[in-house]
């Protein structure tokens, strides 16, 4: 069984900042691309960042050059920088995980999500 768990999320005042943490754990094998999505009240689920597993980078235009992602791959986890934060960034912020089992079998992980506010 493979678990996704997302932490860090809270209350932060406009141009402040944030940590997102996203932790795989369980069978894995291997990861491949890993991202970060979010959905604001009323609105559909979209693309924040993503990070591949060689490396390679890509942002929304709405959070480029404020936010920045990364991983560490030993430690099967991925980051979420957030500056500069904006009211209109609150959102449920989820993780995703393409994961390879030890089984060998494919696994597209969702996180529980955590909740981004950013009000004064």
Do not use: H
Request: proline share 2%.
């Amino acid at each position: 069984q493979v678990q996704l768990v997302e932490s860090g999320g809270g209350l932060v005042q406009p141009g402040g900042s944030l940590r997102l943490s996203c932790a795989a754990s369980g069978s894995i094998r291997s990861i491949n691309t890993m991202g970060w999505y979010r959905q604001a009240l009323g609105k559909e689920r979209e693309l924040v960042a993503t990070i591949a597993s060689d490396g390679s980078l890509d942002y929304a235009d709405s959070v480029m050059g404020r936010f920045t992602v990364s991983r560490d791959n030993a430690r099967n986890t991925m980051y979420l920088q957030m500056n500069s934060l904006k009211p209109e960034d609150t959102a449920v912020y989820y993780c995703n995980a393409q994961i390879i089992t030890r089984a060998s079998a494919y696994i597209n992980k969702w996180g529980q999500g955590t909740q981004v506010t950013v009000s004064s």
